[in-house]
């Protein structure tokens, strides 16, 4: 019944993104991918964040983490009606977080994480633009594989009741677990090479990989994303001043209201009796683009 589940999901999603004829998957095709392969730039962007890792079933506080991290990718922007900008990146990254480990004071007792990450994604934005400024608002989607590293110095406090935490984060330490991230920005452009990008982060990573589970997860989230979508784009098209605001307000809050409801039940809407929570990552970031 599951699997019967997960196929209908699997059509409905297709016959909604079908174009209604070939004429129009042609120019789809022309405009969203072609465009991008022949006509976006070389990327390369550093950002900085700071935040806290979180587990619902994890009973110890987790001490801040500090992360960089660095994307190379492509970058396209399209103006039109004058006054509008449309961002599309398309990016792979890797990046580096650990707990602040010179405030010693701060972090007494509590979990400290060190861990490494790559992964690839998608940002995508509706701005205003003129010849020397430029600001868009996005939202962007990644998977990401995450390492958490296990040493005398980074240590769950030795206490009995510490104990189901340790068993939570043994099944992490040493192996790269599977997740997703998304962020929720804006990019201010002061030149046509150089931007300025800041952004909140929320990131899930999975203490194991449920792939059926996670693939009608994931076709729901993109399912109601899709339609969304289509409709914040006749905003934009009816409102150019106000549509970009809602664009991305609807959008962010889409994200990262899914989010939350799978900070307990890591795939909902599915096998959500007695399921695993995923280990989560929310940080406020602050970078620097270079478009070439």
Known sequence: MKRFAFILLFFIASSLFAQDDKSRYTDYIDENVLDFIYKSRPMIEINYGLGTPKHEKIIGEFANIGSWDIKL???????????????????????????????????????????????????????????????????????????????????????????????ILDDYYGTFRFGDKASYGVKLELISSFQVNAYYETSVVYRRHLFWYWSGSFIVSQVG???????????????????????????????????????????????TSGEEAPLTFETVNIGVSFVF
Do not use: C
């Open 73 to 167: 990718g492509k970058s396209e922007q399209k103006n039109y009606n004058n006054v509008l900008v449309d961002l599309t990146e398309r990016y792979m990254f890797g990046g580096y977080f650990s707990s602040d480990q010179q405030d010693y004071s701060s972090n007494e007792n509590k979990i400290l994480t060190d861990a490494y990450r790559f992964g690839f994604g998608s940002r995508d934005g509706v701005g205003y633009g003129g010849s020397f400024l430029s600001v868009i608002p996005y939202v962007s989607q990644d998977f990401v594989w995450t390492k958490l590293n296990n040493n005398d110095s980074l240590a769950i406090p030795d206490d009995e009741y510490y104990e189901n935490d340790t068993s």
């Open 225 to 271: 994303f899709n339609i969304l979508n289509y409709f914040t784009d006749d905003i934009v098209d009816s409102s150019p001043i106000l549509g970009p605001i809602f664009n991305f307000a609807l959008k962010a809050g889409y994200q990262y209201g899914y989010y939350l409801l799978r900070k307990e039940h890591m795939n909902w809407p599915f096998n």
